[in-house]
């Protein structure tokens, strides 16, 4: 059974509109692009919380997907993350893994939206299944590339004295892309360099 998204949402704080509290729609105020946390909109709510189906939608940073996602996106940490905290590490669904990504990491990517993979397949189920394996080789470059960056910058900091900072630079580099980045960089000054 999956998490209470609506729970979920309690947990971190988030303001909820009263009048909608506990409905199949709640709404609530959208923690990632707080446009409706603006003084001048006091009395809007753009996040949808579906407490049926556990998803969520901001209408408009268009932010969305199910109560992992929510959930991974809010404590900045990868939603398999999430998801073997839940279940244990047994695999839940086997979505592509272009299907994962979030709105935010689409963006990334150059993205202006996340892609209806849904009607994609309806349409063509090839043409889908070819652009879902570029976007997943996009998104394994992009991940290189960012931890070949954090490397960089840690490798900085450690010389320059400034270690704690490049790590502190990392994990917020962590938070906005939603990449395991850390872990994969320390162990790489773990392993024993070899002269050459």
Known sequence: MLPSILEIAEQHGIIIDPKTYGR???????????????????????????????????????????????????????????????????????????????????????????????????RDREFAARAKNLVRKEWNEFVRKEIEQAKKLLEFGIRSSEKEKAILLIKKRERETGISILKPVLNSFKTPRRAG
């Open 24 to 122: 199949k729609e709640t709404l609530a105020k959208c923690p990632f692009c707080h446009e409706d946390s603006k003084p001048h909109k006091q009395k809007r709510y753009y996040l949808s919380l579906n407490t049926e189906a556990q998803v969520f939608k901001c209408w408009f940073c268009g932010e969305s997907g199910g109560v992992f996602r929510f959930v991974s996106l809010l404590e900045g940490i990868p939603e398999a993350e999430v998801v073997k905290r839940h279940y244990g590490g047994r695999k839940v669904s086997r979505k592509h893994e272009a299907e994962t990504l979030t709105t935010r990491q689409y963006r990334l990517l150059g993205y202006s939206r996340r892609p209806d993979w849904i009607a994609l397949e309806e």
